[in-house]
C-alpha cells in the first residue's frame, strides 16, 4: 500500500498549541486544492513536522498522482509504504 502525505511546517521547537496552528494551515492548504476529508489523520513520524494523510492505494501510479497534484499547488508531499503505529 502507498499512502501519500501532504507535508506543512516543521514541529521543531514548537509548543502544542502552535503544532496546532501547523495542523490548521496545511489542513486549509489541502482544502483549497479541492480535497477535503470528514476525517484528518495525522502522521507523526520521525520527519517531525505536520503531515496529513490524503490518500492510500495499491498503486504507485495513482500514488505519485496526488503527490503530483499537491506539489503543483505548492504543498510538499511525500509517498511512504508504511505509516508508524
Known amino acids: 500500500m502507498y499512502h501519500v502525505l501532504a507535508c506543512g511546517d516543521s514541529f521543531s521547537g514548537l509548543e502544542f498549541p502552535e503544532r496546532d496552528r501547523a495542523r490548521e494551515r496545511l489542513r486549509e492548504r489541502v482544502a483549497e486544492t479541492g480535497l477535503t476529508f470528514v476525517e484528518h489523520y ?39 509504504s508504511q505509516l508508524p503505529f
Open 42 to 80: 495525522w502522521v507523526w513520524d520521525e520527519t517531525n513536522r505536520a503531515q496529513l494523510l490524503v490518500a492510500s492505494t495499491s498503486s504507485s501510479h495513482k500514488a505519485e498522482k496526488f503527490r503530483i497534484l499537491l506539489e503543483r499547488h505548492g504543498i510538499g508531499a511525500r509517498i511512504t
